[in-house]
């Protein structure tokens, strides 16, 4: 790794930890206001303007993550690898300063309110993690194959099994409130379902098992894309 990559990757590392820890502090005052008693499932219902408020939240940091990725990154695929690193060590760290802060989660099979777009994601903190391991080992094998060439590219077979892994990942992290709302209404009656029922149903989500064979399937062929990667850019391209 060049001398000028590693700047960009002290820089990079910091400016991912510091967002971990605005991410925690930021979810210890939101959780304070709606969950005085601690954290737990079902969960509680938040006022119109905090609900909006938290959806905006998530997309602007996805936007400062993409942001400071194509600021660092030389190439599209640098840019790319940089934004998986970026969006890794925040999330590891989100969860390091929780641990530090409040002493939640009480372990890696705790459960946790993920994300919120497209949908609810939910799952154990130890599956986010992982994850997140894994989008910081393709980061670096991107990174390292592009300064040995610049115009190394991730292949086209390469996206459709990365993208392949990635959606039966986001299938496991839906999973459990996915089938928790399909044991309610039909695929068809959700899309014409009021969205206040449809609210009101989510405040009776209570996680019940995760759907660890998805994740591993999805990280399984993460893993394969990954060596597909790997393998090809060792060597120079002739």
């Not at 997309?59 to 690193?85: D, H, Q, V």
């Not at 060590?89 to 946790?112: E, N, Q, R």
């Not at 989510?202 to 393998?231: D, H």
Request: glycine share 6%; aromatic share 16%.
């Amino acid at each position: 790794m060049s001398r000028s990559t590693s700047r960009i990757l002290l820089w990079i590392s910091l400016f991912s930890i510091a967002m971990g820890f605005l991410e925690s502090a930021v979810v210890i005052y939101l959780r304070e206001i709606t969950y005085p008693g601690g954290f737990d499932f079902p969960l509680h219902p938040i006022q119109g303007h905090l609900a909006l408020t938290e959806v905006l939240r998530e997309a602007a940091t996805m936007i400062m993550l993409l942001t400071i990725a194509i600021l660092a990154g030389r190439t599209t695929t640098e840019k790319f690898a940089w934004f998986l690193y970026c969006f890794a060590v925040w999330d590891i760290f989100y969860y390091v300063f929780l641990k530090m802060l409040i002493g939640w989660p009480a372990s890696l099979f705790t459960w946790d309110l993920l994300f919120l777009i497209p949908i609810t994601w939910t799952g154990p903190v130890l599956a986010p993690v992982l994850v997140s391991f894994t989008m910081i080992l393709l980061a670096i094998i991107l990174v390292r194959s592009t300064n040995k060439i610049p115009t190394t590219v991730i292949k086209g077979t390469e996206w459709i099994v990365l993208i392949t892994g990635a959606f039966v990942i986001f299938l496991s992290l839906t999973w459990d409130y996915s089938t928790f709302i399909l044991e309610h209404y039909s695929f068809r009656e959700i899309w014409t379902v009021p969205k206040n029922d449809l609210f009101n149903l989510s405040l009776q989500y209570i996680p019940v098992k995760f759907n660890w064979i998805l994740l591993g399937a999805g990280e399984g062929i993460i893993f394969t894309a990954i060596t597909m990667v790997w393998r090809r850019t060792r060597r120079p391209e002739s």
